[in-house]
Nanobody, 111 residues
Framework: QVQLVESGGGLVEPGGSLRLSCEASRSISSIYVMRWYRQAPGKEREFVAWIDSGGITNYAGAVEGRFTISTNNAKNTVYLQMNSLKREDTAVYYC?????WGQGTQVTVSS
C-alpha cells in the first residue's frame, strides 16, 4: 500500500498563494487517480481536485479557476497550487490515492 506525506501548508493572507506537495512512497504513474481533499473545522471532508494517470483533471466548483493539481512522476509527487486564497479555504488538506491517505497539512487563510 502506498504511503503519502503532505507538506507545504501554512498561514497566508487572503489573496495569497500556497503550493501543497504530496510525496508517495512509490511510483504514482501506476496509480490511476490521485486526489486532494480538505476538511474545515466542524465540517465533513470534501473533495477538492483529482488528476488521473493521463493528466486529466477535475475540480470542485469552489476552487475551479484558482487551484491547479499536477504531478511530477519522477519525484512521485502530486502538487496542489492554490492561488487567490480565501478565508473559506482554511482547512486541513489531505492527499489520497489507492485508498491511502496522508496525515494532512494545515492551511490557514487569515489577515
Amino acid at each position: 500500500q502506498v504511503q503519502l506525506v503532505e507538506s507545504g501548508g501554512g498561514l497566508v493572507e487572503p489573496g495569497g498563494s500556497l503550493r501543497l506537495s504530496c510525496e508517495a512512497s512509490r511510483s504514482i504513474s501506476s496509480i490511476y487517480v490521485m486526489r486532494w481533499y480538505r476538511q474545515a473545522p466542524g465540517k465533513e471532508r470534501e473533495f477538492v481536485a483529482w488528476i488521473d494517470s493521463g493528466g486529466i483533471t477535475n475540480y470542485a466548483g469552489a476552487v475551479e479557476g484558482r487551484f491547479t493539481i499536477s504531478t511530477n512522476n519522477a519525484k512521485n509527487t502530486v502538487y496542489l497550487q492554490m492561488n487567490s486564497l480565501k478565508r473559506e479555504d482554511t482547512a486541513v488538506y489531505y492527499c489520497n490515492g489507492q485508498k491511502s491517505w496522508g496525515q494532512g497539512t494545515q492551511v490557514t487563510v487569515s489577515s
